[in-house]
């Protein structure tokens, strides 16, 4: 039989919730050190354990037949022509970053004609400066983007910014976001109608679709019951059961958002007691 193979950061940013992503599929596997490939036990797949920068091209080349990468990275790639045959298939909602221009914040720049932008990303960056009509130079550089406009090589940066302490931390500020990124699987239009390639690619939106969903379940006085059900966010119709006391209801309801303690004090304010809150593992519609 055929094995899949699905390549995954060995070590990184995206390693950790890559792996786990894939074990909620039902692929199962034990993690050695040191291995570029491991075999699945649970199915005829194996994982290929690489740089995050060599999944594009390893599933445009059909060496690997799915991946899991950061936009970031593959629109870098897909914009220097490479990797003409790949497909995004699922927006992943995790490792959430984006690519941002940034300045010192000691200067203003009324426009960034003429000026230099040292960058990891030059792909991305040329493209925008195109689209925006800029006549901007670009500095390719891998590793501390940051601290360039510092020893004058250029004069602002274009970096991917998570949580903004770096470039707090060395006096930069955001300018101007230019893409937002997430993880993202990836296949190549030449296998993604393979069928195993085809069921892991459901169970993947499965599992993802369930991240942000919860199950809920409480008891109230059967008068509220309208109020409280209005109160939960994007329910889809809960269920509602009679108890053995006639004047009040258990309500259990799948929300398609989280609920947050907000949620929870005014169900309780409202007479709700005994309420469970359960995460939702897997949602196949
Ligand atoms: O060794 P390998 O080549 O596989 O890994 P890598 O070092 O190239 O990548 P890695 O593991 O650092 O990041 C992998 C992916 O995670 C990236 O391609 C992004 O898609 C995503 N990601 C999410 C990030 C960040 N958040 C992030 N904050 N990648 C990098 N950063 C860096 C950023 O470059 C900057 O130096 O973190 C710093 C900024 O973070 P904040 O929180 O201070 O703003
Ligand atoms: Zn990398």
Redesign the pocket.
């Known amino acids: 039989m055929k094995r899949i193979k699905i390549a995954v950061?060995?070590?990184?940013?995206?390693?950790e919730q890559s792996i786990s992503l894939l074990k909620k599929c039902g692929i199962s596997f034990s993690q050695t050190n040191n291995k570029l490939i491991i075999r699945s036990t649970s199915m005829p797949v194996d994982i290929l354990l690489?740089?995050?920068?060599d999944i594009p091209n390893l599933i445009n080349q059909g060496i690997a037949d799915m991946g899991i990468?950061?936009?970031?990275?593959l629109e870098e790639q897909e914009s220097s022509g490479k990797c003409d045959s790949l497909i995004k298939e699922v927006m992943l909602g995790f490792?959430?970053?984006r690519l941002s221009l940034a300045a010192p914040k000691t200067k203003s720049f009324s426009d960034l004609n003429g000026l230099t932008i040292a960058t990891?990303y030059p792909g991305i960056l040329g493209k925008y400066l195109n689209e925006n009509n800029i006549k901007a130079n670009i500095v390719e550089i891998h590793g501390s983007?940051?601290l360039t406009p510092f020893i004058g090589i250029a004069d602002l940066i274009c970096?991917?910014?998570?949580?903004?302490?770096?470039?707090?931390?060395n006096n930069l500020e955001e300018i101007n976001i230019i893409i937002q990124?997430?993880?993202v699987l990836v296949t190549n239009s030449n296998t993604n109608n393979d069928e195993l390639v085809k069921k892991l690619i459901s169970r993947v939106v499965s599992v993802t679709d369930a991240r942000n969903r919860k199950y809920i379940m409480f008891n109230a006085d059967n008068q509220n019951k309208e109020e409280l059900i209005n109160m939960l966010p994007a329910a889809e119709s809960p269920t509602v059961i009679s108890l053995a006391d006639t004047n009040k209801i258990a309500i259990h309801a799948l929300c398609k958002e989280n609920i947050f303690w907000e949620t929870i004090d005014n169900l309780k304010e409202k007479g709700a007691s005994s309420i469970v809150i359960l995460p939702v593992e897997k949602l196949v519609s």
Do not use: H, I, P, Y
């Open positions: 950061q060995k070590k990184g940013r995206l390693s690489v740089r995050d920068d990468v950061g936009n970031n990275v490792s959430k970053c990891s983007v940051e970096d991917l910014v998570s949580t903004g302490a770096t470039l707090e931390s990124s997430e993880a």
